[in-house]
C-alpha cells in the first residue's frame, strides 16, 4: 500500500508512507511531469511491515512531482506538490 504524502503541499519536505505485507524488493522513485527520475528514495529489499522515507526537496523547483512505488507484486503512482 502506498499512503498520500503529508503534508500536501509542502516546502521543503515531506514524509511518504508505505508498507508491504511480506518481504519484498521495493523500488519508490520520484519524477517530475516529464517523467524524469530526479530521486530514488528505496531500492532495497525490506521485510513486512510500514515504513516511512522522508523527501527533503530543497533543490527543486517548485511544481507537482510523481512518486511511484513498485514491487514484484504491486505499482501505485501518486502526486506531491511543492510549494516555495
Do not use: C, M
Amino acid at each position: 500500500e502506498l499512503l498520500q504524502n503529508y503534508p500536501n503541499p509542502f516546502n521543503p519536505s515531506t514524509t511518504l508512507s508505505f508498507s508491504t505485507p511480506h518481504s519484498s524488493f521495493i523500488i519508490l522513485k520520484v519524477y517530475d511531469l516529464l517523467g524524469r527520475e530526479v530521486a530514488t528514495l528505496v531500492n532495497e529489499e525490506i521485510r513486512p511491515g510500514s515504513y516511512e522515507v522522508n523527501w527533503d526537496a530543497t533543490s527543486f523547483a517548485s511544481g507537482v512531482y510523481l512518486y511511484r512505488l513498485e514491487t514484484e507484486r504491486f505499482v501505485e503512482t501518486k502526486k506531491l506538490i511543492l510549494i516555495r
